[in-house]
């Protein structure tokens, strides 16, 4: 059976730090979650989160570094990031020591995969900036 990997953009509104490292800066980030099949009986019960990844700023301009991270040190920064902001808490990720167990994908989930809102929102929001720039503000 094959992991997989998931990614998803954060936001936080304040500049933060993560077991120690940082600060980083307030700004978006993209978040890579590995997990590996749970099988019994060779048949696939769900997915085990083996790693848990955020992108950070690296130390040069525009390089970027990959910062492994606790689910939990994460989900609290979060939290104190929402409630600083004013704010609800963000869902955050779970820990790893309560993996979280989904159903296996059939093959046309896989297909309309890529229309989860982490990859449409941004391309929402990109394709709406590019027509703004090209055509001016909507809405007048």
Known sequence: MVPRTTKS???FGHPFTLEG???WPAGLYELEV???PLA???QQQG???VATILH???P???ERQALRVDPATLAAAMAADAAATGGPPPAAPTPAAAPAVTAPMGEEQRERAWLTPPVLVPLAVLVGAALSAMFGPFGR
């Open 47 to 49: 997915w085990r989160r």
């Open 60 to 62: 040069r301009p525009g």
């Open 40 to 42: 019994t009986d060779g």
């Open 34 to 36: 590995d997990e590996e």
């Open 56 to 58: 950070v700023p690296g």
């Open 9 to 11: 953009t954060i936001s």
């Open 21 to 23: 490292d940082g600060p």
